[in-house]
C-alpha cells in the first residue's frame, strides 16, 4: 500500500478532503499567521501565491505522502491542512504534520483531523509507526498529538535556531498496537471504575 488514493475522511466536526488549486489563496491567508510562520516554515522560506498554487496543484499526485485539507464540517471553510509524508514502505512508517490556521483553533478541529488522518494511515495503509517532530516552543502541537496518543520518545536538544535561539525539537510517534488499543483517544477511559471480569 501506498498514499495513492486520496480519501475524504469526515468526522464529527471536520472534513479532510484533497486538495485543490483553488485552495492556495486561503492557504496564502492561512501561511500567513505569525503563528504558522513561526512553527511551520524555515526561516529561509520564500512563499509566493503561485508557489502555492504550484504546491497544492499537484498534492493529489503524490503516492509517497498524503496532503489533506482540513475543512469546517458545518461551514465548509478551510482552516488548514494534515500530512503523513517521508514514507518509509519497509518500515512501514511515516512522519504527521498538521497545520491549522487562526480561524481553526481552540475547537477542537485539529486534534480531530489529527485522528482522522493517523487513523487512515494504520487502518487503510497498513503503518506500524507514525512519528512527529515538534519544537518544544510549540505547546499548542504538542498538547495535540499527545491527547491523540503519540508518545514523547526523546529530545534533540538545541536542534534549530529560531528567532534567536535555539530550540529543542521533540519527538512523539504512535504505534499500531497502541493506536488500535485508544483510536487516538488514550485518555477516555481514565476516571471510569475498573470493573472484575
Known amino acids: 500500500m501506498d498514499f495513492s488514493v486520496k480519501p475524504v475522511l469526515t468526522g464529527a466536526r471536520t472534513v479532510l478532503r484533497p486538495f485543490t488549486r483553488q485552495d492556495a489563496d486561503t492557504m496564502w ?50 482552516v488548514g491542512e494534515v500530512v503523513l509524508y517521508e514514507w518509509d514502505p519497509s518500515a512501514r512508517s511515516c512522519t504527521f504534520r498538521t497545520l491549522i490556521g487562526p480561524r481553526g483553533r481552540g475547537r477542537g478541529l485539529g486534534s480531530e483531523a489529527t485522528r482522522l488522518i493517523v487513523g487512515h494511515g494504520f487502518h487503510q495503509v497498513g503503518l506500524h509507526r507514525v512519528q512527529s517532530e515538534v519544537y518544544a516552543d510549540n505547546p499548542r502541537a504538542r498538547r495535540v498529538y499527545e491527547k491523540t496518543g503519540s508518545v514523547v ?10 528567532d534567536g535561539v535555539w530550540v529543542d525539537e521533540v519527538l512523539t510517534a504512535v504505534l499500531d498496537h497502541e493506536w488500535a488499543a485508544h483510536r487516538g483517544r488514550p485518555d477516555a477511559d481514565r476516571g471510569r471504575p475498573v470493573t472484575a471480569r
Open 29 to 78: 491567508e492561512i501561511t500567513g499567521d505569525p503563528e504558522v510562520i513561526r512553527f511551520i516554515f524555515e526561516p529561509t522560506t520564500e512563499l509566493t501565491r503561485e508557489r502555492l498554487r504550484s504546491w497544492y496543484g499537484v498534492r493529489t499526485g503524490d503516492p509517497d505522502r498524503l496532503d489533506l485539507a482540513v475543512t469546517d464540517r458545518a461551514t465548509g471553510e478551510l
Open 153 to 162: 520518545e526523546g529530545v534533540r536538544r538545541g536542534a534549530a535556531w529560531r
